[in-house]
């Protein structure tokens, strides 16, 4: 059963442009939301992330918004730029529960920035 | 600054040989630990956490087992390996359960 859903495996976007990948989840616990940027041989880098009693939390040019009531959530990026190309993975942890925290990740989806 | 270090970078083993997977963290005490896997054309996936020293708790029964012998230290064994215990093992580390884990930079173990 996967928990954490990324549905597109890729996405190609011009560079200045908006990319916003897109992740739903199942399980109506999870609380707490984060995204990661992994480039290959390397470990996944944390990007953003957001609490479940906020809508919206940005960084710069990242900012991840979350629909509870459809759960989903988004990460927009804001001029994309080449050096964004790279794998992103959606997670989503139940801290609310008293659960171990574990992170459930979703598949991930490549963003490619065409200069 | 805290930092994780995990070594080595690539393992290539034979079945039914021994693992162990090293996984340290500076600039914190007390850190929560992980170790997840990600198999081949799957997502990440839990194998291990802990919250202290000698308090570790698996989350899939498998071929393999950790320790944490020191309070920074995260240790990946297997007595005998499996040729489905291939993948992309990562360690990480959080301060508390509310903040973000940070990963190291992962071991790449095939197993022959």
């Known amino acids: 059963d996967q928990q954490v859903k990324q549905n597109s495996p890729s996405l190609s976007v011009q560079e200045g442009r908006i990319s916003i990948l897109n992740c739903d989840y199942t399980n109506s616990m999870f609380d707490y939301f984060l995204w990661y940027k992994k480039y290959p041989a390397e470990g996944p880098t944390f990007l953003i992330s957001i609490s479940s009693i906020k809508d919206k939390n940005e960084d710069g040019r990242f900012t991840v918004f979350l629909n509870k009531s459809a759960k989903h959530l988004s990460l927009h990026i804001v001029p994309s730029q080449p050096g964004d190309s790279a794998v992103y993975f959606c997670a989503a942890s139940a801290i609310g529960t008293g659960a171990n925290s574990k992170l459930t990740f979703g598949k991930g989806i490549t963003l490619s920035v065409r200069p | 600054s805290q930092t994780i270090h995990q070594w080595p970078a690539t393992l290539v083993q034979p079945v039914g040989s021994p693992l162990s997977l090293e996984c340290t963290v500076e600039g914190t005490s007390n850190p929560n630990l992980y170790w997840y896997r990600q198999a081949a054309g799957r997502g990440l996936q839990l194998l291990f956490y802990?919250?202290?020293?000698?308090?570790i708790s698996s989350e899939v029964p498998q071929n393999l087992s950790a320790s944490r012998p020191q309070d920074r230290q995260f240790i990946l064994s297997s007595k005998k390996l499996l040729l489905s215990d291939s993948g992309f093992y990562l360690c990480?580390?959080?301060?508390?359960?509310?903040?973000?884990?940070?990963f190291g930079d992962g071991t790449r173990l095939s197993i022959l």
């Open positions: 990480a580390w959080s301060v508390r359960r509310d903040q973000p884990q940070h």
């Open positions: 802990s919250i202290g020293i000698d308090q």
